[in-house]
């Protein structure tokens, strides 16, 4: 048997309702071979139970089935787990409660074969409420950090990447629960621009529902954004990027964002992060008139600021 090329993680904490949902994707894909891990994360369901019995009744000559466990606590602690587990050339992280379309590893794969020099395959999601219609999430079809800055292009659930590119940059940030995929995203983007993206279909449905890993409020994982952003600065400090100063700037404005964002939740936190921001910015002229019309405009509940801030911050 040929052996496979990608394999795909999977972290799981309480999902024993959702899993054989996200599973019968992953069963379902036209690719073969493939390896799947799941990493239980010390769940007090019948999570990690599921998990061994979906290798048994499904593991074969070309769907091997990794189960693996991690005391530490966290998806990020998982999936660092599970990435020791791999030793496939590409890799696709995946969150427990989401579900690929069938064609989905197929299209990252051939996408790899015609691309032979990507390190990066990414593709559109579709964001599916509990409620309401699903909706294609916005995509930016980029290879440079500053969208991914603005609208985290390389979500967890949007792409496939070499394994040996995830290693390289440290893998995934385990000290800190939010925004840890926008963080990975941008230390992938600082070291490689060789990215392809397939537009449509879209590859994967996320589920929006109040248990899931992102959760819904700002203001309830401040603290985790602010070291997601300090990380970034310490980031592109250590890169090679040619505009080091327009990437401070950028990581800036977008923690200003997060200030109005929870002003507008009623939340302390907006006007701490907003004074915070301030000190930090320093005397830096343009960011000082700028920065406190963002926190404003942001938190009266105006969107689509990066776009100023994309022409502004030059």
């Known amino acids: 048997m040929e052996p496979s090329k990608i394999a795909i993680v999977i972290p799981v904490y309480n999902r024993e309702k959702e899993l054989a949902r996200t599973f019968a994707s992953i069963v379902a894909q036209t690719y073969r071979p493939l390896h799947v891990v799941l990493v239980d994360n010390g769940s007090t369901d019948r999570s990690l139970a599921l998990c061994q019995e979906l290798k048994v009744r499904y593991e074969s000559d070309d769907f091997a089935v990794t189960v693996a466990q991690e005391a530490k606590r966290g998806p990020s602690a998982a999936r660092n787990k599970g990435l020791t587990y791999v030793e496939e050339e590409f890799v696709s992280f995946f969150d427990s409660d989401d579900t690929y379309a069938p064609e989905a590893i197929a299209l990252y794969m051939q996408a790899f074969e015609q691309n032979p020099s990507a390190d990066i395959v990414g593709c559109t999601v579709e964001m599916v409420p509990e409620k309401d219609r699903p909706y ?179």
């Open 136 to 314: 294609l999430a916005k995509a930016v079809f980029s290879n440079r950090v500053e969208p991914h800055l603005f609208h985290c292009t390389l979500g967890t659930q949007r792409y496939a990447v070499r394994t040996a590119l995830v290693r390289a940059v440290g893998g995934w940030h385990e000290d800190y629960g939010r925004w840890v995929d926008w963080n990975l995203g941008i230390r992938l983007l600082l070291s490689t621009h060789r990215v392809v993206w397939i537009k449509r279909p879209p590859l994967v449905h996320i589920f929006l529902h109040a248990d899931s890993i992102t959760g819904y409020h700002y203001s309830t994982g401040a603290s985790y954004i602010l070291q997601a952003i300090a990380h970034a600065h310490d980031d592109v400090e250590q890169s090679r990027y040619p505009d080091k100063r327009r990437l401070h700037r950028l990581l800036f404005y977008k923690q200003m964002v997060v200030a109005g964002l929870c002003r507008r939740e009623k939340s302390e936190r907006g006007a701490e992060i907003y004074r915070l921001t301030m000190e930090q910015a320093g005397h830096d002229r343009t960011l000082r008139w700028f920065l406190p019309l963002v926190y404003h405009y942001v938190s009266w509940g105006g969107r689509g600021s990066a776009i100023l801030a994309g022409w502004l911050l030059h």
